[in-house]
């Protein structure tokens, strides 16, 4: 046991020296570079709420499903695959309290999302319902939307990467690079306070089925960044 200790601790300081004795990399150059393509939203994303009040919870929950099953049931008259999607949203029920933290009442909401690229056909479904109102509008990218964005993106982040890095390995007086690890992101944006989409807020506004809803979509900018290291040579 003895003797394989001293073979074990000779193994490990061989190999600490053998790392020492290896040079560290040179002429490493760190890059990054990006590409953006702007890009009209195409979905929209349209909720409706309602919020009921009373002493009963039971009552309340019961008043918030048969407001939910009657928007429901108007919606899906116009529901179709990518032209309009129909699901429900947050549903909640809480206490209020009065004095000496009491229970004096008790607060529900509930919530419907019509979705997609039919932006006509969402307006004039949301203003058909009359147990809900419009609480928030929104807009996305599709799925498919973003992909074709994604890629035009990446590909002007990946020349610039390159040309970057050729120009500076010359202005460095080298005549080329190699290429060591690189790492690629994307994310995207809009005008508005939230990320990924533009919002406008709507909230009380009552819909009836003569007045739809004006609505106009914004622009997203999709951005791809790439990053990593080269070797001048």
């Not at 032209?83 to 809480?94: A, D, W, Y």
């Not at 919530?111 to 928030?136: C, K």
């Not at 993106?153 to 500076?168: E, H, P, S, V």
Request: glycine share 8%; with cysteine; charged share 20%.
């Amino acid at each position: 046991m003895f003797a394989s200790i001293l073979f074990f601790l000779a193994a490990c300081g061989a190999a600490q020296a053998q790392s020492s004795l290896t040079p560290a990399p040179q002429n490493v150059m760190q890059l990054e570079a990006s590409g953006t393509v702007e890009v009209q939203q195409d979905v929209l994303v349209l909720t409706l709420g309602t919020v009921k009040e009373g002493k009963d919870a039971a009552l309340v929950q019961t008043q918030l499903r048969q407001a939910l099953d009657a928007a429901l049931q108007e919606a899906r008259r116009s529901a179709e695959p990518q032209k309009m999607e129909v699901r429900t949203g947050n549903f909640s029920l809480s206490p209020r309290y009065g004095q000496n933290q009491q229970i004096t009442g008790w607060q529900g909401s509930a919530e419907l999302i019509l979705e997609g690229r039919d932006f006509p056909r969402i307006t004039t479904a949301a203003a058909r319902v009359s147990s809900m109102t419009v609480s928030r509008v929104a807009f996305d990218l599709s799925r498919e939307q973003r992909e074709t964005v994604e890629r035009d993106a990446q590909q002007q982040a990946i020349a610039r990467f390159k040309a970057q890095a050729q120009q500076l390995s010359a202005g460095f007086g080298f005549g080329g690079y190699g290429l060591r690890e690189v790492a690629v992101h994307s994310n995207s944006s809009a005008p508005g306070p939230r990320p990924r989409m533009m919002a406008m807020e709507a909230r009380g506004a009552s819909v009836s089925s003569d007045a739809q809803l004006p609505v106009e979509a914004g622009k997203a900018s999709v951005t791809v960044t790439v990053s990593g290291s080269v070797q001048m040579r």
